[in-house]
T-cell receptor
């Protein structure tokens, strides 16, 4: 079974600074997907960024980027020029890559880490 | 935009009551999921469904059941609520597209308190 570990329960950073959230995972699969989800206080969980394991290039979405180290099974999230609206719980998640067909449906499940509560300080 | 809605944001029930949590998505997604979120434990999958009337157990199905009579609606049922089922419940949905795993979209959550 896959496991996802987020070792930083809480973090805080000054507005406009850069912060990195760590995530490690354990799997014997070679094809999989990794995700970072954001859950703002009292608001809906939304996808921040995703990475396909077969892609060597790190995913980037505006101020959010990942450092994907496949051999080390590490998937950290970097937030540049942090803003007050970045205050949220951040969850790292893993999905087996053999999904997309009913016979493989069990592989569509997400395995989540325990989350990191990030606070941006004005 | 994908929209996933849940019937209640907050719910208070008594021990032993039967509880229904409803989830509706408007994007014709095949896959639907129910998660439970607890501090320090992250999200844990309770049940999921990949088609009408189809269901599969997740990691923590004990004490729960589900129903999917229509494609857009996925219900979580607590047959006899207990205090240890006090939690935040999140519903999610995703497309099933051959050869590609798709993003899950989440509802706003239902915070259930069992007294």
């Amino acid at each position: 079974a896959q496991t996802v570990t987020q070792s930083q329960p809480e973090m805080s950073v000054q507005e406009a600074e850069t912060v990195t959230l760590s995530c490690t995972y354990d799997t014997s699969e070679s094809n999989y997907y990794l995700f970072w989800y954001k859950q703002p206080p009292s608001r809906q969980m939304i996808l921040v960024i995703r990475q396909e394991a077969y892609k060597q290039q790190n995913a980037t979405e505006n101020r959010f980027s990942v450092n994907f180290q496949k051999a080390a099974k590490s998937f950290s999230l970097k937030i540049s020029d942090s803003q007050l609206g970045d205050t949220a719980m951040y969850f790292c998640a893993f999905m087996n890559g053999r999904g997309g067909h009913i016979s493989n449906f069990g592989n569509e499940k997400l395995t989540f880490g325990t989350g990191t509560r990030l606070t941006i300080i004005p | 935009d994908v929209k996933v809605t849940q019937s209640s944001r907050y719910l208070v029930k008594r021990t032993g009551e039967k509880v229904f949590l409803e989830c509706v998505q408007d994007m014709d997604h095949e896959n639907m999921f129910w998660y439970r979120q607890d501090p320090g434990l992250g999200l844990r999958l309770i049940y999921f469904s990949y088609d009408v009337k189809m269901k599969e157990k997740g990691d923590i199905p004990e004490g729960y059941s589900v129903s999917r009579e229509k494609k857009e609606r996925f219900s979580l049922i607590l047959e006899s609520a207990s205090t240890n089922q006090t939690s935040m419940y999140l519903c999610a949905s995703s497309l099933m597209t051959s050869g590609r795993t798709n993003t899950q979209y989440f509802g706003p959550g239902t915070r259930l308190t069992v007294l």
